[in-house]
């Protein structure tokens, strides 16, 4: 079983950055890929951005490539997402996810309950 916890969601002005951070429990964190999905109001939630078990290979949404950033640290059993140069449509609520031993996350095992990013024109 594994629990992830976001933090980090906020209100931020168009421009602007915002980091996201996903605690999770567990001893065996570094077996699963880490992604951060979003859902805005009225839409499907998507995937933003993946990074594999390893952390050697990432993967970003042509919408925010070049913007954001993810990261992981395996001794702190936690996945970031730097967000840069946030836009009023990457307003969502931001959602970590797990999934076992793969690159990209596409169907998670586990989810997280969500933090609001909100980015104001």
């Known amino acids: 079983q594994v629990q992830l916890v976001e933090s980090g969601g906020g209100l931020v002005q168009a421009g602007g950055s915002l980091r996201l951070s996903c605690a999770a429990s567990?001893?065996?964190?570094?077996?699963?890929?880490m992604g951060w999905f979003r859902q805005a109001p009225g839409k499907e939630r998507e995937l933003v951005s993946s990074i594999s078990w390893g952390g050697g290979r990432t993967h970003y949404a042509d919408s925010v490539k070049g913007r954001f950033t993810i990261s992981r640290d395996n001794a702190k059993n936690t996945v970031y997402l730097q967000m840069n140069s946030l836009k009023p449509e990457d307003t969502a609520v931001y959602y970590c996810?797990?999934?076992?031993?793969?690159?990209?996350?596409?169907?998670?095992?586990?989810w997280g309950r969500g933090t609001l990013v909100t980015v104001s024109s």
């Open positions: 567990g001893r065996t964190f570094s077996s699963y890929a």
């Open positions: 996810a797990a999934e076992y031993m793969t690159v990209v996350v596409r169907t998670p095992d586990y």
